[in-house]
């Protein structure tokens, strides 16, 4: 699924929502370039995939915004792209992480969900979550990962 960017705006900062796959043939480049504001606010809790090529464009955009004086803010990252961060410690470029996604099974109904976290909030339960209420039937998620790998990337970025 080809990566889809829709803007709008809170205020007059610029809130960029990305839904679909970051790869070779994406071009984030020109959407996301907005002149003269100071912070971007970014969703990307619909990407589902990014590869090598599609990592290197997102570290070098967002590099060179930074530079440019730009504050990002990344909102409700997807699982995707925590499994980037953790790879490459510049991949969200420091502490303007706003909030992710992690992983979670149901033991009773075996699917699969997804619940929104802040790295402060993970940070004072020690890097642990606890079990959450499954959102199709009503039983017990468990945390899908290993807690130590997953949030590797928030000791990294504190």
Same mark, same amino acid.
């Given at each position: 699924?080809? +990566? ?23 071009? @984030?480049? &020109? ?7 100071? &912070? @971007? ?8 995939? @990014? ?9 070098? +955009? ?8 730009? &504050? ?32 979670? +099974? ?35 998620? &468990? ?16």
């Amino acid at each position: 699924m080809a +990566l889809k960017i829709t803007q709008a705006f809170d205020g007059k900062v610029p809130f960029f929502t990305l839904v679909g796959e970051i790869n070779e043939e994406t071009n @984030i480049l &020109e959407p996301l370039v907005v002149s003269g504001v100071p &912070e @971007i606010r970014i969703n990307c809790k619909g990407v589902r995939r @990014i590869n090598s090529i599609g990592v290197k464009t997102w570290v070098q +955009l967002f590099s060179n915004l930074r530079n440019k004086g730009v &504050e990002l803010k990344f909102v409700e990252c997807s699982p995707a792209l925590v499994q980037q961060a953790n790879l490459f410690p510049n991949f969200l470029m420091g502490r303007e992480l706003v909030s992710f996604y992690g992983p979670f +099974l149901c033991s009773d109904c075996d699917k699969e969900s997804e619940y929104l976290f802040t790295p402060s909030e993970i940070s004072l339960k020690g890097y642990r979550v606890t079990d959450q209420k499954c959102a199709f039937c009503g039983g017990k998620a &468990e945390f899908d990962d290993v807690p130590e790998d997953y949030f590797h990337f928030l000791n990294r970025n504190a």
